[in-house]
């Protein structure tokens, strides 16, 4: 994907967990990773704000 220019835009539930692993991951292996706040869930408003840092 990274030769084609795809952009990943990740967006899911769980931020705590699932969407901070895939996000990692992503940034890992050199990709360019949106979060869309609005797309994405946690168990908590706090958990959610720590984990993507806002």
Avoid: P
Avoid at 23 to 46: L, P, W
């Amino acid at each position: 994907m990274k030769e084609r220019s795809c952009k990943q835009i990740i967006m899911g539930v769980f931020t705590e967990r699932y969407i901070t692993a895939t996000v990692n991951g992503a940034i890992r292996r050199s990709y360019h990773v949106t979060v869309v706040k609005d797309a994405v869930a946690s168990t908590t408003d706090n958990k959610e704000e720590r984990h993507l840092g806002t």
